[in-house]
């Protein structure tokens, strides 16, 4: 017979109590993750339904400590969504490390090669420049690659690409690499013709003019990084603007200049005109076939969505309407037409006062310290052009595609004559949206001897 104390008894009450204990420990564990996020809820809630000092003392008394917890969670992840939009936005000002080299390398080439250096288009093509027969592109641009993908587009997509002739206007910078580019890689069924800024004999005037416009886009664009300094580069995902303004093309001598096209070509009457971010996707011939009804610009105006429907794009959401000089001037309501696939008659705008028009408005802009539109080439246009603009059908133009996650429709995304890649994710930047800018770099020769020096890479 076994003593009470015996072993065997010990054994046995620790088994029971394990029995007891370890159910209570796994049913607390399930209730408190649950219990945690009834408080927080509970917590949050209250501080908008305590309706007074004692009220709110017991909430901050019973679940204060969850509540500042989760107040503070909740900071540093909008704090984070701050940052990683600030961040995205000068990931966007970068030029990818391939486009340096691809540049250095075809000035080398331009340097030391007597065919890069050739002339552009050859002499037997030059009579095409200005013969009106022919269809007349223009871009202004200090991207080779872009320029490149712009033009074999085009061309790929057309019924007659013999009939095309693409103007390329580029800085002095880039001029070299350009023309090594398009005098090396020929185009048998085109005339290209790549013309440097400081080839052009402008008048006084002009120049003055040219000068002037820049220096208001440059304090426009200091204005705006003034005042972002001063908010501690606080981000709000309506301030999207102010960080698209410090980009480097807001202050780009290219990216103004299409206001200056009548005295680019002065003997040219009528050009289609490509931003060097877009894509053809389909033959563009019959735009210059296009009646613009006596106006100056062909452009889009509505989205796929149906007439006067342009989400994000009404003049309310590029102008201060909170301004007399806006607010008596135009139509909050009216829609914005896209810029970057436009058709311009040349010679009917010669006859206007347009380009004026647009230099009066930048210097109300400045007198009014830069408070009248959001910064950009787009809002200034807009007003220089009232009246002057033909609407065509949306399907010619697609836009919005550099923004973040562009929510575009399949269907809409193939059938758009022209995709651009509007917007700071330009598709040879890293920040560019997968899913679409495969539709960019389905145009770029991967086996190009230059391509492949410097690793481009879709």
């Known amino acids: 017979m076994k003593g009470k104390n015996s072993p065997h008894k010990a054994v046995t009450r620790r088994i029971c109590q394990r029995t007891v204990v370890m159910p209570a420990i796994l049913l607390i564990g399930l209730i408190l993750p649950f219990l945690f996020v009834r408080i927080a809820f509970l917590v949050l809630e209250s501080a908008t339904v305590c309706s007074s000092s004692i009220e709110c003392m017991k909430w901050k008394f019973f679940g204060g400590s969850n509540a500042t917890l989760i107040l503070k969670m909740e900071h540093i992840v909008q704090t984070a969504k701050r940052h990683e939009s600030i961040y995205w936005h000068l990931a966007s000002h970068g030029v990818p490390k391939c486009m340096h080299c691809l540049s250095l390398k075809l000035a080398e080439e331009y340097a030391i090669n007597a065919v890069a250096r050739s002339r552009l288009p050859p002499p037997e093509f030059v009579s095409r420049l200005t013969d009106p027969s022919f269809y007349h592109v223009v871009l202004l641009t200090d991207n080779v690659l872009a320029a490149s993908v712009v033009i074999s587009s085009t061309i790929n997509t057309s019924s007659n690409p013999e009939k095309w ?14 023309h090594a580019w398009f005098a090396v890689n020929t185009i048998d069924s085109a005339v290209v013709e790549v013309k440097g800024l400081h080839q052009y004999d402008w008048s006084h005037e002009i120049n003055v003019g040219v000068k002037e416009m820049l220096e208001i886009h440059h304090q426009i664009r200091n204005n705006i990084y003034r005042n972002l300094k001063e908010e ?11 960080l698209e303004a410090l980009s480097p093309s807001c202050i780009s001598l290219l990216n103004h200049l299409r206001i200056y096209l009548p005295e680019l070509f002065p003997d040219l ?5 490509l931003d060097d971010d877009i894509v053809v996707q389909r033959d563009i011939s019959s735009l210059w076939d296009l009646d613009l009804n006596e106006r100056v610009i062909g452009a889009v105006f509505d989205s796929w969505c149906g007439d ?23 139509d909050y309501d009216s829609c914005g037409w896209l810029y970057g696939m436009n058709v311009f008659d040349l010679q009917r705008w010669r006859k206007t006062n347009i380009t004026a028009v647009y230099h009066q408005w930048l210097k109300l802009s400045l007198n009014s310290g830069f408070i009248l539109w959001h910064p950009g080439a787009l809002p200034p246009a807009l007003i220089a052009f009232e009246g002057y603009v033909h609407r065509i059908d949306p399907s010619w133009h697609l836009a ?14 193939e059938a758009a004559a022209v995709i651009h890649f509007s917007g700071p994710a330009k598709p040879w930047l890293e920040i560019g949206d997968p899913e679409v800018k495969g539709l960019w770099y389905r145009h770029i020769n991967f086996s190009n001897e230059y391509v492949t020096q410097c690793r481009v890479m879709g």
């Open 165 to 178: 002739v693409f103007h390329v206007v580029t800085d002095k910078k880039t001029y070299t690499s350009m």
């Open 232 to 242: 501690g580069f606080e981000y709000e995902e309506e301030h999207d603007h102010k």
């Open 400 to 413: 919005g595609l550099g923004y973040q996650h562009p929510q575009v429709d399949k269907y809409m995304l």
């Open 269 to 273: 009457n009528k050009v289609v005109f």
């Open 308 to 330: 006067d429907c342009c989400p994000g794009r009404k003049y309310i959401d590029y102008f201060n309407f909170s301004n007399p000089v806006i607010s008596s001037n135009l």
